[in-house]
């Protein structure tokens, strides 16, 4: 028997109906509310708490909720079983945002500034807008619509061939009388063929507008571009809701597994995209049909659910990817809301934990085509390192966790109003700087990779990040140690933990050990790396200095080091606009080796070399 | 206010929902309910009789009606608005049946006893299917499962350019691990590029089927060909039920363009070849999903309905189809019912009124490719002739209407069992002959021509086609004078009637003159063609020196004809069976000149001279 009762939200006002025995996680998931819960349902990460006000339910018990905590009947919603009617309230600090209102950093725009696509590549957008003026048949002009119509694109368009769907097909003959033969085409260069996908009455062409998405594991930005102008108008940036599911991508690929599990992921992620779309396109004042094209760059599991093919295979030896060049879609078929002709494209992704993203990140930062030797890194909920020149490209890929992006921390935040990004600690006074002046709101990134080293510097913490002096700043709280950075009582609470230092620790670890391992099985030494470039949501806040201090970037001279920001959008635009782009993308994959580190002889000695501050390397020389 | 009444049709036991004010034969459509309405549903026709038992309608005043009908409560179904619940009667005569149970005559098996395509051209079936073993991945061969299955495929085709859709990349990982990499691959082939169509587990190749499709005006024709053997299996005939909506292409483009005409059109025709397929497939013991291709070979109205296109611009000045060369389509877009993932393609078809079904029997007749002058003629509702060798094409097309099709001729039937296909007059005396000896039922075509050799020769008609005997088998019924072919009362009366020797003669010189002007347009002489190919339902049994006689056919001895069959619907099976057919099809319409009739300054006189038995050239000659 099926009983169904209803979880009610209060925060939201918001009543879920769901069958007895759901858990609460699963059930606000249902409901289209998405609260962090990094281990995707497990009951391990501890993240997912909720506070019962009244209802039949039965909870776990759980080492993750405090004595405190459960004074206040906070009850992990992973762990807890509907039983009956219910009502809950959400806490504000497990909700993931639907938008980042104000992001300071803007590793998007940076990105953009120092790179301009038409400039370094020949314009050509993925698709393109043709006002025509058809001759009107005559009885010595009798050809038919359709191929009237292509006689006059080849005008314009040298290929010999030319595709049109049954939808277009059925609508041609009235557009084109209703119009006196005046219309707009709209078409997409696939291999030799241009399809016609898209045929309006009279001259839209001025506006064609596309959207570059980058879809990471953590965040998600997109940005609309003029098709015609080749350059973009205006981004936005907001969390990867299937966080919900999980904070990495092993958790979203392990909860894919799971009855209905692709379908939810999938959904979540287009809505996503379609929520980031159509504020774009009001922003921007553009009409959702002027929008002809998406192009997404992202990793290869956030590709796999995107696209809704199962991911399962990534993550089970050999490790295999549906795909590494994908065709083009009709945006409607992936469920993304442009104009219902649209086209979706995806950027090609070389290896199944290489993807699109690095793609992008190989061609913006041009070590391709470089004679120097060059090191790209791109610090993300993934840690992907390419290292080549125009002669060889090698890469590898290593789980570094979201703690840089602000997320599986306990004060983590990205990069937006508020945000800890600068702290001088000195004895038991700390300095900081928040982005925008703003109250202080938790840690971005940049944050704790300056924190760790002023904690470093001050004695508070030792090489393997214990806390080991008697600092009054240190407290503890459901018996972590933990280390406060604000000063007063009115003042949120803002703490690193001992949980957190190791987490930052491991991530740091996981990426410089990388780095490492990729080096010594090309034979090269740190020093024959005459740039890095460094790709993710830091931006230009990142201290190389501490960063290097901490030993998560290797020690080089600083002026080596170049920030590029986030260039798996920017990849994604340049695929939307120009085709020269898009080809090179093809050719790059086929240029690039992998190294899998999990099967690397050299990786698990340079990673517990690299689980100290700064490393073993460092003291070796030092 | 919308009041609802119920059309309660008492011959099928079905009672369907109608709008007040609906005339009875839009709902019959409505109800599936499909008769004889040569005229669209104007009441000229006369032909769309039902028997009203009661109910509440108003039905217009009509000469077309006898007082015997009216005293039987007889009324036209056109011209009849329902105003409140109705019941019905259908007259059997009226119903188009669904199925043309036994042909004799067998003009579609005929055509390819004497034509044999894997002999004339190259095999390489539309769809393939390709059973593919492909080596599992492991870490030293980690490609893609996509690029895998192309790797794979690519030993067999040749091209370099593959495709596939996202429902195919969906399945396609888990289809390869369940399967343990053994699948079937479809696939066909569109200019360049290799499109996948279809994945399946295990081995299904040896099971690859397609339909040819005859669409004509009148009569549906399909075969089930084995893609694999390139050999039809069988051959299934129906009418085509679009005639409820007119008899002719120029009835059925006005209907189309009333309000959801071209649904209705275009639902009626996917829906009777949906009922051929599932017959042929049932017949043959062949599942639905093992059929992957279907191909299309009809005239371009017939086209545009089947693919839900608007006609409209067919008919009117300068005459302009949507398209000559039709891009492949899924047929399941198009309301066909095969394997969800199969394909429909179109024979390209020259001109508005030279479309498919001509190319298809200019490549058949192998006309292009001979050195002396052939006369190619289709006889069908619409009567399409070519003249030309392998230097030139020219076509023309003149509409001759459904009687040698036996529609709209008051005893017309096509060549059933019980067709009278043979007749001789001794004076008073008439000896016939029917189809399987069966008991007389109606006349067919080739019945009808030598019925009125017969009627001229005895001197029961002139010249002019009009009775001028005192021969007692004359009799008047509603007015109109009719001659008695049937012996005695126990038999079905079967007539020739005035109005349909006129509607015959219409018909023949409409055809006669065709070939007439398109020989003066290009300065030859009827002398001048070595060959005469005839196509059409007519097969093997029509009476040439009779069709002389009448003036059907050109005054040529009998040893230059040859009958064809239905070469359109040999034409659509050499299109599923061979790439070769396929581009010559493209090629052939590039060659194909068009002589507009409606337009030439010399075929009125032309017709009107061919109004006579059997015309003025003749008696000029003679």
């Known amino acids: 028997m099926k009983e169904h009762f209803i979880?009610?939200?209060?925060?939201?006002?918001?009543?879920?109906?769901?069958?007895?025995?759901?858990?609460?996680?699963?059930?606000?998931?249902?409901?289209?509310?998405?609260?962090?819960?990094?281990?995707g349902g497990k009951g391990i990460c501890g993240r997912c708490k909720v506070k019962i006000l009244k209802g039949d339910f039965y909870s776990e018990p759980t080492g993750k909720i405090s004595d405190e905590e459960k004074k206040n009947n906070i009850y992990l919603a992973c762990r807890t079983t509907i039983l009956g009617n219910i009502e809950i309230e959400i806490l504000p600090e497990t909700i993931i945002p639907k938008k980042i209102e104000e992001v300071f950093e803007k590793g998007e725009e940076f990105a953009r500034e120092i790179y301009n696509i038409k400039e370094l590549f020949s314009f050509s957008p993925l698709v393109k807008k043709l006002f025509l003026r058809l001759p009107p048949p005559n009885f010595k002009d009798t050809l038919s619509d359709c191929e009237r119509l292509i006689r006059s694109l080849k005008k314009f368009e040298k290929s010999e061939k030319f595709y049109i769907d049954i939808a277009n097909l059925r609508k041609l003959p009235n557009i084109l009388r209703n119009s006196f033969w005046e219309i707009t085409v709209s078409y997409v260069r696939d291999g030799e063929i241009n399809e016609i996908i898209n045929i309006e009455p009279?001259?839209?062409?001025?506006?064609?507008?596309?959207?570059?998405?980058?879809?990471?594991?953590?965040?998600?930005?997109?940005?609309?571009?003029?098709?015609?102008?080749?350059?973009?108008l205006k981004t936005e940036i907001t969390f990867n809701r299937q966080a919900s599911f999980g904070d990495d991508i092993i958790s979203r690929i392990v909860f894919a597994e799971k009855k209905d599990g692709i379908e939810k992921l999938h959904h979540t992620v287009t809505e996503t995209i379609n929520e980031l779309i159509l504020n774009l396109s009001k922003t921007c004042n553009i009409s959702i049909d002027e929008i002809?094209?998406?192009?997404?760059?992202?990793?290869?599991?956030?590709?796999?659910?995107?696209?809704?093919?199962?991911?399962?295979?990534?993550?089970?030896?050999?490790?295999?990817?549906?795909?590494?060049?994908?065709?083009?879609?009709?945006?409607?078929e992936i469920g993304i809301r442009i104009n219902p002709n649209g086209i979706l494209a995806v950027v090609p992704g070389g290896y199944p934990y290489v993807g699109g993203d690095i793609t992008s990140g190989i061609i913006v930062s041009g070590i391709y085509k470089e004679k120097d030797l060059s090191l790209f890194v791109d610090i993300g909920?993934?840690?992907?390192?390419?290292?080549?020149?125009?002669?060889?490209?090698?890469?590898?890929?290593?789980?570094?966790?979201?703690?840089?992006?602000?997320?599986?921390v306990k004060n983590g935040v990205r990069a937006i109003?508020?945000?800890?990004?600068?702290?001088?600690?000195?004895?038991?006074?700390?300095?900081?700087?928040?982005i925008g002046n703003g109250e202080p709101v938790g840690i971005c990134g940049s944050g704790y990779i300056e924190l760790l080293s002023e904690l470093f510097k001050n004695g508070i913490i030792n090489r393997s990040g214990i806390f080991i002096s008697e600092n009054k700043r240190i407290i503890e709280e459901d018996g972590m140690k933990e280390f406060v950075i604000t000063e007063n009582e009115n003042q949120e609470k803002i703490v690193i933990t001992q949980a957190d230092i190791e987490n930052l620790i491991r991530a740091k670890g996981a990426i410089f050990s990388a780095i490492s391992t990729i080096l010594k099985t090309i034979g090269m030494k740190p020093e024959d790396i005459k740039k890095v470039y460094i790709a993710g949501g830091f931006g230009s806040h990142l201290n190389i200095e501490k960063a290097i201090e901490i030993g998560l970037l290797p020690d080089l001279p600083v002026e080596r080091f170049k920030f590029l920001g986030n260039t798996s959008l920017t990849g994604a635009e340049g695929y939307l606009l120009s085709e020269e782009f898009r080809k090179l993308s093809e050719e790059i994959i086929k240029k690039l080796t992998y190294i899998d580190l999990s099967r690397s002889p050299i990786y698990m000695e340079e990673y517990l070399k690299s689980l100290f501050i700064p490393h073993t390397d460092y003291l070796e020389r030092s």
Not at 14 to 39: A, E, M, W, Y
Not at 202 to 222: C, E, F, L, R
Not at 417 to 434: F, L, M, R, S
């Open 292 to 332: 002809t094209a998406i192009v997404i760059s992202g990793n290869m599991t956030m590709v796999h659910l995107l696209l809704k093919i199962n991911p399962s295979f990534l993550r089970k030896e050999p490790y295999i990817p549906v795909a590494n060049i994908f065709p083009l879609f009709k945006s409607s």
């Open 417 to 434: 109003k508020g945000a800890i990004q600068k702290v001088k600690i000195d004895n038991e006074k700390v300095y900081y700087e928040t």
């Open 7 to 39: 979880l009610d939200v209060k925060t939201f006002n918001k009543k879920i109906p769901v069958r007895k025995g759901t858990d609460i996680l699963s059930g606000l998931i249902k409901g289209n509310i998405f609260i962090t819960s990094s281990c």
């Open 381 to 408: 909920t993934n840690g992907e390192i390419v290292v080549g020149n125009k002669d060889f490209l090698v890469c590898c890929s290593a789980s570094a966790g979201p703690c840089f992006e602000g997320s599986g």
């Open 202 to 232: 009279g001259d839209t062409s001025k506006k064609n507008y596309g959207i570059a998405v980058d879809v990471g594991t953590t965040t998600i930005s997109a940005s609309i571009v003029d098709l015609n102008k080749g350059i973009p």
